[in-house]
């Protein structure tokens, strides 16, 4: 089972995914928490764990800002625009001169969800 959601705290769009242990009647209460800002985003009766990972677009988007902030380049206004509910969260900053970076504490927290941003 696997479906779509958006964390109502940082708005980021999630992919929220049962991966069964084939347990027969081993159903517990499990929840899965978003991956940047740690809300709680599901909650369901599984006989495995639940996992929850960026949507695609939304790991590209971050991908997409992170290549630019390292390459120093400035972001087309729609790429910005699109990052808006990052910016507001805390996801992205923006820096003075209007350059967007990613802090060390996302990226740490999408290593650790088996989605880092790659380093062209
Ligand atoms: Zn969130």
């Given at each position: 089972m696997s479906y779509e959601t958006e964390c109502p705290r940082c708005k980021t769009l999630?992919?929220?995914?049962?991966?069964?242990?084939?347990?027969?009647?081993?159903?517990?209460?499990?929840?899965?928490?978003?991956?940047?800002?740690?809300?709680?985003?599901?909650?369901?009766?599984?006989?495995?764990?639940?996992?929850?990972?960026?949507a695609?677009?939304?790991?590209q988007l971050?991908?997409?800002?992170?290549?630019?902030?390292?390459?120093?380049?400035?972001?087309?206004?729609?790429?910005v625009a699109s990052a808006a509910n990052f910016i507001?969260?805390?996801i992205v900053t923006i820096a003075d001169d209007g350059k967007l970076n990613i802090p060390i504490n996302v990226q740490h927290a999408l290593v650790s969800h088996h989605q880092p941003l790659k380093k062209y």
């Open positions: 999630l992919v929220v995914t049962e991966r069964s242990m084939g347990v027969p009647g081993g159903q517990e209460k499990e929840q899965g928490y978003c991956p940047l800002c740690r809300e709680e985003v599901a909650e369901f009766m599984t006989d495995g764990f639940i996992v929850v990972k960026l695609e677009s939304q790991h971050l991908q997409t800002i992170f290549n630019a902030s390292r390459l120093g380049i400035p972001l087309p206004p729609h790429v507001a969260s805390g």
